[in-house]
């Protein structure tokens, strides 16, 4: 069943004639943008563009010259890293404080001490979603900042929180793990992909321009290559061409171009949104701060991440914890290939603001009442140009039910950058502190550990708390199976904002999470990621399109989805389904 992406208005959204006027300048944005910057393309590429390695040289182009300078200066001179153009004194000071931190410094260098090639790759106030539980009262009343520095032979990102007098609270290092890039990295990997001479070839004669780039601050891997399961800092340029789209894989370890690969939109593709990527001041709030919420019998707080979307904090239901923690950190892509090549993204939802997520939200949350009784929190994650191809909208769907059960949801209403695409969203439920963890046969879980869930022999867990037992179901809607992973609560393993996880393309349960599991106890509590699996197909589900009515372009969705439902065992009657909440 299809549905359109009409809403209806919740009480906070703007007044009627401020919303017909940002319609009417979307529209007109929308229409000029796809005159002036997308030439009339022929309906697929050539027969003699197919999916291409490159040759393993870099281009002789002078951006790349002068980036290798400033790499090799930052290698000659104390920190040994290369620092990121400050705004302000407050954020140099803690900048310099970073680089400086002992942790830092044993984390850049090799065995013999000579200094590993790092750089700061992230450099902001820290907001809300970036602070632990247990130093929010520290950065409360004073403006913490926020460094991310990436080790490049080790394939580690470093997220150190400064305090505004200097002192280095936290040092996190996370293993193949890659953040989000600047603007100019994005940029460079765009003029590698066009000084290719096969990309050129690949468009019968016309040499593509940057017009045509999309998804190039986007983390990536190709099969086969030293981007597989991100052991380089790769990311995808993605050229769109009549109902096909070139990926052009680069390489900023390498500052190469590694390959490419044709994949197939689908057949409709006209613009309904314009290029510019809105920041809605609206949602620069809910990244500082928490908001609080009581509303029939709940109580919890959320706030809007910089990269793993909407959170959720200390769920509790009639004054009983129910969860402590749930968000979904990542949205792991992958498509095949015409040469049975999997290529795929690692889209980060999370604020427009202080972060360079792939995919931010246009609107605040909506909180509703629900049909079947409660309400339900939602959070719509969109990339500019959706529902055209190479474009992403995610949905973060929380319902709270009257018995105290809670749904959460992660949607996909399309429309991707292929028809055969593979969806893995990363959800990550903390449990309330001390919880023991149990299989549905009652046996407690003492350590970390792994499943695979299928639809067609149900499984489930039970968290036992202080206050009782809760189960916690899956939603299986469109998914195929599941990934379950049970770890230890860990301030670098995503009580904080993690960087991108996992592999964006892997088939199997190297999803991320299973880096976490290396046999800790869970003496002290639990957090269940739930990953599954979802293959979209073309007007049926995770797709999206366009249609015609009463004059309008309107958006048309397929959409798909999964995610858990954590309920009291007391209130549960049967309730493991396929459908999810409305």
Request: proline share 9%.
């Amino acid at each position: 069943m299809t549905r359109t992406a009409t809403r209806a208005p919740a009480p906070h959204q703007r007044p009627v004639n401020q919303v017909v006027c940002f319609i009417v300048s979307l529209l007109a944005l929308g229409y000029l943008g796809a005159c002036a910057a997308h030439p009339v393309a022929p309906a697929a590429p050539t027969p003699a563009a197919r999916a291409m390695l490159a040759e393993p040289s870099a281009p002789d182009l002078p951006a790349v010259a002068a980036r290798k300078g400033r790499l090799e200066a930052a290698l000659a001179a104390p920190p040994y890293i290369l620092l990121l153009p400050h705004t302000s004194d407050e954020l140099a000071a803690a900048q310099a404080a970073a680089v400086a931190d002992p942790r830092v410094q044993a984390a850049t260098r090799a065995p013999d001490g000579q200094p590993l090639r790092a750089e700061v790759m992230a450099l902001g106030p820290a907001s809300a979603g970036d602070v632990p539980h247990h130093l929010e009262l520290t950065c409360t009343g004073q403006r913490c900042a926020r460094v991310q520095i990436y080790v490049y032979p080790t394939n580690t990102t470093l997220t150190a929180l400064v305090a505004a007098d200097g002192t280095v609270l936290s040092v996190d290092a996370l293993a193949d793990a890659q953040p989000e890039i600047p603007r100019d990295l994005a940029d460079l990997a765009v003029q590698i992909a066009l000084a290719d001479p096969q990309v050129a070839s690949a468009f019968d004669g016309l040499t593509p321009d940057a017009a045509l780039a999309t998804m190039s601050a986007t983390k990536t891997a190709l099969e086969r290559t030293t981007c597989e399961r991100s052991r380089h800092l790769c990311v995808a340029p993605v050229f769109q061409w009549g109902a096909s789209a070139l990926w052009t894989i680069v390489d900023l370890t390498e500052f190469r171009l590694v390959g490419a690969a044709w994949t197939d939109q689908g057949a409709s593709g006209r613009r309904v949104w314009s290029e510019a990527t809105l920041q809605d001041a609206a949602l620069a709030p809910l990244c500082e701060t928490p908001v609080t919420l009581e509303r029939d019998g709940w109580r919890l707080s959320y706030l809007l991440t910089s990269s793993d979307g909407l959170e959720l904090r200390d769920l509790r239901f009639e004054g009983r914890p129910i969860l402590a923690s749930a968000k979904v950190v990542d949205w792991h892509v992958g498509y095949a290939g015409r040469d049975n090549q999997r290529v795929g993204f690692s889209d980060a939802i999370g604020c427009p603001v202080f972060s360079a997520a792939a995919v931010i939200p246009y609107a605040p949350p909506v909180i509703a009442a629900a049909p079947d009784g409660g309400f339900t929190l939602e959070l719509t994650f969109r990339s500019p140009n959706w529902p055209q191809p190479c474009n992403y909208q995610y949905v973060t769907r929380a319902h709270f039910g009257a018995d105290g059960s809670v749904r959460i949801v992660a949607i996909n209403e399309g429309r991707g950058c292929g028809t055969e695409g593979i969806y893995h969203p990363v959800l990550r439920l903390e449990l309330p502190p001390g919880a023991d963890l149990r299989d549905q046969s009652g046996t407690r879980l003492t350590s970390e550990g792994q499943a695979t869930w299928r639809p067609t022999t149900p499984r489930t867990l039970e968290a036992h708390t202080a206050d009782g037992p809760l189960a916690l179901v899956p939603l299986w809607a469109e998914a195929e199976h599941a990934y379950v992973y049970w770890t230890r609560p860990a301030q670098a393993e995503g009580q904080g904002d993690l960087p991108s996880i996992g592999s964006c393309c892997a088939l199997d349960a190297r999803q991320g999470p299973e880096q976490f599991i290396n046999g800790e106890s869970l003496a002290e509590g639990a957090v269940v990621w739930f990953v599954p699996r979802i293959a979209n197909a073309e007007r049926q589900r995770c797709w999206a399109d366009t249609a015609l009515e009463h004059g309008m372009l309107v958006p048309r969705i397929w959409p798909c989805g999964s995610g858990m439902e954590i309920t009291p065992l007391s209130a549960r009657v049967g309730r493991e389904s396929s459908r999810l909440p409305e």
